[in-house]
Nanobody, 117 residues
């Protein structure tokens, strides 16, 4: 299983970014996918999750209304649209795959998001 994140970078407060996570080596449509982030000196935290078919999404409270998780099972790709970014959103963002109903997690290498003026 390989997960490759992209789309991170430097953005000003109030700006937007769209992260992508390209998956290979798995039957993507059978995996629950999620985004997590880890800021310096802090624990990794859940940002958002999406069910295998995309019908159910969940968000951390601080991301609701600003972030949107989505997936395209025909392209084996997970997305995270981030709007109204704040400096506190600065972190390394990781995607994770878990076989629906399973316990093994697969992680990408992460992509850096920096929100600063």
């Amino acid at each position: 299983v390989q997960l490759v994140e992209s789309g991170g970078g430097l953005v000003q407060p109030g700006g937007s970014l769209r992260l992508s996570c390209a998956a290979s080596g798995l039957t993507f449509s059978m995996y629950t996918m999620s985004w997590h982030r880890q800021a310096p000196g802090k624990e990794r935290e859940l940002v958002a999750a999406i069910s295998s078919r995309g019908g159910t999404t969940n968000y951390a409270d601080s991301m609701k209304g600003r972030f949107t998780i989505s997936r395209d099972n025909s392209k084996n790709t997970l997305y995270l649209q981030m709007n109204s970014l704040k400096p506190e959103d600065t972190a390394v963002y990781y995607c994770k795959a878990r076989f629906t109903g399973g316990t093994v997690d697969y992680w990408g290498q992460g992509t850096q998001v920096t929100v600063s003026s």
